[in-house]
């Protein structure tokens, strides 16, 4: 009997891992992904590895452990011990692999546990890979995403048949999901109990409903829920802001946490807003007059998580940026909504051919931003070669954004405020700009004693100012701590006699040496005076 020919893969399952390959690739052909925040999970990453070395004296004299249970450990448990083989920036290139790969395929899982016809449907993630969060370098977020995923997915998968080692995945996917972002873990818990209870009602019985599904959710929830109220209840009393009503419905309208690096993202995102919209509008007109069904769940779903995005604080308590990251969600939960429809083959193929434009039109974007902003990075990392290890060393930005002549490089991130992270994560040093060791939910932070964001800065938050400001001068004599090295990026000439420019460039000139610039003078690396001659 002869064998059956191997059949061809459906176009779709070409089209969507030829995209997967293609949103892999920025990360390994550029040097450097120029997020806000990637240069501090590098520094603050390599101190991890190099914490509790006999010969890392001067990282315990400024750093402390966090020993709580964070609910953004997950990228640093990753970088800093799952792939403490290869350097930190091929630990970052890894961990961001992962994610680009994981967030479609989380999104393909989900929709083959809601229809396997509905796959087609996985392209519609791809223009949300490298969102604004990504390009700000909130990669806990990110994985969160995933985790999102899959947590529901598995449960729109068994939720006729949760029995208690399923219950206990279900748990596990939770934690993960806690693990990456708090933020993310309410809006898992949300779908999951909307949808449970939804089933709930529509049972003949509610009591038998309840318990065949809205039990095992419930239970599924509860360690991820304790360690989640542990954390914000020690955090309570900690500012709480709105943001306003306009700017969200605006926001909401135009898919606005798609936008990031170049104004171009921006009608690109409406686009993408447009897409949802109008296969929302054939998905309410193809349920008109249906009975009601499990699978309306997920549209009510949709419902409390919009009216979610408009009732919540933007900042409360440790989390910032709150009505951004939710906003992302009643798309992304669309994305399953619009699985319990059948398509006919047209839209089908209008809906591949729209969500892959869109998404290689982002990427391009993104690549051409990469390239022009991994130049002045480059140049900000060479500087590195000229800091001795086992010292102190203090970036300083004056061009958040970059600059193009008299143009910003990037909009709405800040590529460069934290870019000595860079040499912080390729030399034992002690990051003195380091935020994230300013605050208490990061796996590090500084001595109170020594924390430069208290003592170094001239008033809160000033050394992330424009232009930054920050008493070099009498730090030592405050706190006993030093300024070895202080790295300076972006301030042009015609600046210079800036008062608060001047107060610093004064502060070096009495104290620190010129030992490094760049070609175009906008990096320059300054050191203590003698210091070279000090122990580490």
């Known amino acids: 009997m002869s064998a059956r020919p191997h059949a061809r893969p459906a176009g779709e399952t070409v089209l ?18 120029p997020t806000q ?8 990453t390599f101190i991890l590895r190099q914490y509790d070395h006999p010969d890392a004296g001067l990282l315990r004299q400024y750093y402390l452990p966090n020993q709580e249970a964070l609910p953004n450990l997950f990228i640093f448990f990753l970088m800093g011990r799952v792939l403490a083989f290869v350097s930190v920036p091929v630990a970052e290139k890894i961990l961001l692999t992962a994610y680009v790969l994981l967030l479609p395929l989380s999104v393909r899982y989900a929709l083959r546990a809601v229809k396997p016809r509905a796959v087609f449907l996985a392209l519609l993630a791809f223009p949300f890979v490298y969102n604004f969060f990504f390009q700000m370098g909130f990669f806990n977020f990110c994985f969160s995403l995933a985790a999102f995923f899959f947590a529901v997915g598995f449960w729109l998968k068994h939720a006729d048949e949760m029995g208690p080692g399923r219950t206990a995945i279900l748990a596990l996917l939770l934690l993960w999901v806690y693990f990456c972002h708090p933020v993310t873990l309410v809006v898992t818990v949300v779908t999951l109990l909307t949808t449970a ?7 003949p019985a509610l009591w038998q409903g309840a318990r065949r599904w809205l039990l095992a959710p419930s ?21 709480i802001s709105m943001m306003p009503m306009w700017t969200k419905v605006r926001n909401l309208a135009s898919l606005h946490s798609l936008a990031s690096l170049t104004l171009w993202t921006v009608p690109l995102a409406i686009a993408v807003a ?13 349920r008109r007059g249906r009975p009601l069904e499990a699978a309306d769940g997920l549209l009510l779903a949709v419902a409390v998580l919009t009216v979610a995005f408009f009732a919540s604080p933007d900042r409360f308590s440790a989390g ?14 669309s994305i399953l909504w619009f699985g319990t429809f059948d398509h006919t083959a047209r839209r089908r193929l209008a809906v591949q051919i729209a969500a892959a434009g869109m998404a290689l039109a982002f990427l391009g974007l993104f690549a051409w931003k990469y390239g022009e902003l991994n130049r002045s990075l480059a140049e900000i990392a060479a500087a590195g070669d000229h800091v001795e290890p086992d010292h102190t060393l203090l970036f300083l930005s004056y061009a958040h954004q970059g600059e193009d002549g008299r143009s910003k490089l990037a909009f709405r991130t800040w590529p460069f405020v934290h870019a000595g992270g ?7 040093l002690v990051d003195l700009s380091l935020y994230e060791a300013s605050s208490d939910f990061f796996p590090l932070y500084f001595r109170p004693a020594l924390d430069p964001y208290r003592h170094l800065a001239i008033e809160k938050g000033s050394m992330e100012m424009d232009p930054p400001r920050a008493d070099l001068l009498g730090y030592p004599k405050r706190t006993g701590g030093r300024v070895d090295y202080v790295l300076l990026w972006g301030l042009r000439d015609e600046r210079r006699n800036e008062p608060k420019a001047r107060a610093l460039l004064d502060q070096l000139a009495a104290g620190y040496d010129l030992i490094y610039s760049s070609r175009d003078g906008r990096v320059g690396l300054y050191r203590l005076r003698d210091s070279h001659n000090r122990s580490g």
Do not use: E
């Open 274 to 286: 447009v897409l949802f919209y109008a296969l929302a509008v054939l998905c309410l007109k193809a």
């Open 197 to 203: 209870g939804w089933r709930t009602l529509l049972a």
């Open 422 to 428: 860079y040499i912080g994560a390729r030399k034992r």
């Open 16 to 33: 969507f891992f030829g995209l997967l390959a293609l949103h892999v690739l920025p990360i390994w052909v550029f040097p450097f992904i």
């Open 37 to 44: 925040d990637g240069p501090s999970h590098q520094a603050l």
């Open 219 to 239: 239970l599924a929830c509860l360690p991820a829920l304790i360690l989640m109220a542990s954390f914000v209840g020690s955090r309570a009393d900690r500012q």
């Open 320 to 333: 910032g940026i709150i009505n951004d990251r939710l906003l992302l969600f009643p798309f992304l939960v």
